[in-house]
């Protein structure tokens, strides 16, 4: 019964800007930690950002590759995670992916931590 829905993907310029979001139902969404990950065409899953109702420093982590250009937040009354992409790039063309987690463990950037999975949604960045 639980279910993650990604949304907003497309195609866009580079230096342009998107703004995915995730719906979650069938859990207690404001007790997981929320992740976008990414693959790209040959390449391996990478986390891209992750948000916690337990973490300090703001309760965001965001991976080095897309730090200061995309920006994860929640809305836990619409059960909704969102990433925010600006100045994107043709590198940030993959399959974003919407993953839950419990959050008693503070491991966060790996597909391992996950338990569940939105189907994706494909961002290309053309030049």
């Known amino acids: 019964q639980v279910q993650l829905v990604e949304s907003g993907g497309g195609l866009v310029q580079a230096g342009g800007s998107l703004r995915l979001s995730c719906a979650a139902s069938?859990?207690?969404?404001?007790?997981?930690?929320m992740g976008w990950f990414r693959q790209a065409p040959g390449k391996e899953r990478e986390i891209v950002a992750a948000i916690s109702w337990n973490w300090s420093d703001g309760n965001t982590r965001v991976a080095g590759s897309v730090k200061g250009r995309f920006t994860i937040s929640r809305d836990n009354a619409k059960n909704t995670v969102y990433l925010q992409m600006i100045s994107l790039k043709q590198e940030d063309t993959a399959v974003y992916y919407c993953?839950?987690?419990?959050?008693?463990?503070?491991?966060?950037?790996?597909?391992?931590?996950?338990?569940?999975w939105g189907q994706g949604t494909q961002v290309t960045v053309s030049s």
């Open positions: 993953a839950a987690k419990t959050g008693r463990n503070p491991d966060y950037d790996r597909d391992t931590d996950y338990e569940y």
């Open positions: 069938g859990l207690t969404f404001s007790t997981y930690t």
